[in-house]
């Protein structure tokens, strides 16, 4: 899935997929100014940070690392912060891609979302191993969980804004629950994400700690997930678990339609409690010809695509809790989508060719108009 088709970027393109000059991307590689129709300078101008998530080997790709530099100001690490990467083989750690991505970030300017501490998925292999046949036990899985948070967090303390610390904990379902089959839930109780929290607060007691999920802000249409982790976020502030911010994911499909003004309300709800909001992965899928053009094979879907980034945008842009919006990878080439969904794709902001798409133009539209409001009306004639 890695940068497929980044080497047919023609020069052409590349000055188009910049806004900017070479002499502009050269100061933005080192980390001095940025273009002013950026989204990370538009977004600047009302305190608000644009994220991507990066995949810090294709950063060896300058037209990769020139897009990641320019146009974001936070970034999160897809895969290389989770277990399976950071500790291969027990006791055997590989820092090398996290250590990358932190190092660009701060050469850049840029903050960073830390991803993910807690989660059923991409643990190593030694571990779900090790707890199957036994040889891991609950308690000695609770102990190697403690120790994963501590190494991983006092490694970068000072140097994560915000920490996905849970993730994706509950049920698809209506009612929506913390899912009892998780592979935490089930071996340790539903307690642990409670003290993944408070590991993660004492290593670092600076980081924003976050709860992430996606459908959590409506895109499930009921709202059930949404009022379950509303619920639940609420019970653990008032337990005075530190938890400090919701991330909805924001993984959307034009196939399913979407309500902006939902999401604002969810958005709100959280906010109510006192938490900061990020929308953590964005994008928004759709079916395409094939899986290395990603050409939507519906009309329409080109319009419904930049249409729903720019809902998302504006929920996050209408409430002030709202810190930071990432999108989930930049170009479509480089995008989880068609690996996952058959016959899907164009989910990002840019294509397979790293050309800015309608969506790039839709974030940064709304972006100039949250930063400066529309030009007020020209004066007209007396009385109209
Ligand atoms: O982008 C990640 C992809 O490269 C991995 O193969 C995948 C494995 O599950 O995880 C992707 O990122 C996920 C994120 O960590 C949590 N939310 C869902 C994302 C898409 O699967």
Redesign the pocket.
């Known amino acids: ?1 890695r940068l497929r088709r980044l080497f047919a970027v023609s020069a052409a393109g590349v000055a188009v997929v910049l806004g900017t000059t070479v002499a502009a991307s050269a100061a933005a590689n080192s980390g001095s100014a940025v273009a002013p129709d950026s989204l990370r300078a538009l977004a600047a101008n009302i305190g608000l940070r644009i994220g991507t ?1 990066v995949i810090p080997f294709d950063l060896d790709h300058p037209d990769y690392q020139a897009i990641a530099a320019g146009q974001f100001s936070v970034v999160t690490p ?2 290389e912060m989770k277990w399976q990467v950071v500790e291969p083989a027990q006791g055997t750690f590989d820092w090398s891609g996290a250590d990358r991505l932190v190092a660009f970030a701060e050469q850049h300017g840029q903050l960073i979302r830390g ?2 501490l807690l989660w059923h ?2 643990l190593p292999d030694w571990l779900t191993t090790g707890v199957a046949n036994g040889t891991i036990s609950n308690a000695q899985l609770r102990n190697l969980l403690h120790q994963h948070i501590t190494t991983e967090v006092s490694r970068y303390k000072g140097r994560i804004w915000q920490w996905d610390v849970a ?2 904990f509950f049920t698809d379902s209506n009612p929506s629950t913390i899912n009892p089959n998780d592979f935490w839930v089930s071996h340790l109780g539903a307690g642990i994400i409670a003290d993944a929290f408070r590991w993660a607060h004492q290593a670092d007691p600076h980081a924003l700690l976050f709860y992430n999920d ?1 459908n959590i802000a409506g895109e499930d249409g009921t709202n059930a997930k949404s009022d379950a982790v509303f619920a639940w976020l609420k019970q653990m502030l008032a337990q005075g678990v530190p938890i400090n911010g919701v991330g909805d ?1 924001g ?1 959307l499909d034009t196939q399913y339609g979407f309500s902006g003004t939902q999401m604002t309300q969810d958005l709100q709800r959280y906010a109510s409690l006192g938490l900061k909001l990020a929308i953590t ?1 964005a994008d928004v899928r759709t079916f395409v010809n094939n899986a290395t053009d990603q050409v939507p094979t519906d009309h329409l879907a080109t319009f419904a695509q930049p249409y729903e980034f720019g809902q998302m945008l504006k929920a996050c842009l209408a409430v002030r809790q709202c810190i930071s919006f990432t999108v ?1 990878g930049f170009g479509d080439a480089d995008s ?1 989508v068609p690996g ?1 969904f058959t016959g899907e794709g164009y989910a990002t902001i840019y294509d397979v060719n790293l050309n800015p798409k309608p969506a790039y133009t839709e974030l940064q539209q709304d972006l100039r108009l949250a930063g400066s409001g529309a030009p007020h009306r020209v004066p007209s004639g007396a009385g109209r």
Do not use: D
């Open positions: 899935m998530a897809g895969n991803h993910t998925s991409q993730n994706e996606y994911q993984h992965e989930w989880w996952f």
